[in-house]
């Protein structure tokens, strides 16, 4: 969390030595393609939802899709707050690493508890998909 914490703090440096210059530019185009990628894994996880055959391998696309975007998504935030700041203060910088916390927490929590409901169909007998079964 600590190295999360210094890249906000470079950034909102870069950003405050060069603000309105080309490396602004750079910043706003890194947070419309994080937005985009962000959209696309979601969109994928909708679509593996819908297509895979049993619970397991649709959690399994839910609890993976889920998270990546949901980060994505929020560095694209934490960077356009950096970004669309006139004057970087404190206030500024730390909504960017509150952003990031945030961050850190998903990335601990969504695994854990993708692992804790698979765990659960295991324990209550949800059976696999198998080849020659139809999808449930």
Do not use: Q
Request: net charge positive; aromatic share 8%; proline share 4%.
């Amino acid at each position: 969390m600590i190295i999360n914490m210094v890249l906000v703090g470079l950034v909102a440096f870069g950003t405050t030595v060069t603000h309105g210059g080309p490396l602004h530019s750079v910043f706003n185009a890194l947070v419309g393609v994080l937005l985009i990628a962000g959209l696309l894994f979601f969109l994928s996880t909708c679509v593996g939802i819908l297509r895979f055959p049993d619970f397991y391998t649709r959690l399994n696309a839910a609890g993976k899709g889920d998270t990546l975007s949901t980060i994505l998504m929020l560095v694209a935030c934490a960077l356009m707050v950096i970004t669309s700041a006139h004057h970087v203060d404190r206030t500024v910088v730390l909504s960017a690493i509150k952003i990031i916390m945030i961050v850190n927490f998903i990335f601990i929590g969504s695994p854990t508890a993708t692992h804790a409901l698979l765990e659960a169909a295991h324990w209550s007998e949800i059976k696999p998909w198998k080849r020659n079964d139809p999808p449930c």
